[in-house]
């Protein structure tokens, strides 16, 4: 089992910045299991869409809609940061960290709770 919190979230100014961090805990060898971590936003009456993600290995993915503003970052095995940078009003969701463990073949997501992000015009 993995725990997740986020913190960071808040009010901004249409370019601006803010930056998030997920911290997870829970047992050792769960969190040695972990894979992949990222961040995922559902704004009001949308789906839950992924914004970047980032591998054990370093691979990283972003959605294009944040490409160039947006900076994905695991600064350790429990730690995944997202700077976000030249917020735009369109960037206002809940953010939610995700993590992926994998224990032999089987895989487990787990969710925090989500930090709310607000970016006025």
């Known amino acids: 089992q993995v725990q997740l919190v986020e913190s960071g979230g808040g009010l901004v100014q249409a370019g601006g910045s803010l930056r998030l961090s997920c911290a997870a805990s829970?047992?050792?060898?769960?969190?040695?299991?972990?894979?992949?971590m990222g961040w995922y936003r559902q704004a009001p009456g949308k789906q839950r869409d992924l914004v970047a993600t980032i591998t054990s290995d370093g691979i990283i993915e972003y959605a294009d809609s944040v490409k160039g503003r947006f900076t994905i970052s695991r600064d350790n095995v429990k730690m995944v940061s997202l700077q976000m940078n030249s917020l735009k009003p369109e960037d206002t969701a809940v953010y939610y960290c995700k993590a992926r463990t994998r224990i032999f073949a089987a895989e487990s997501d787990y969710w925090g709770q989500g930090t709310q992000v607000i970016v006025s015009s």
């Open positions: 829970g047992r050792i060898f769960s969190i040695n299991s972990i894979n992949n």
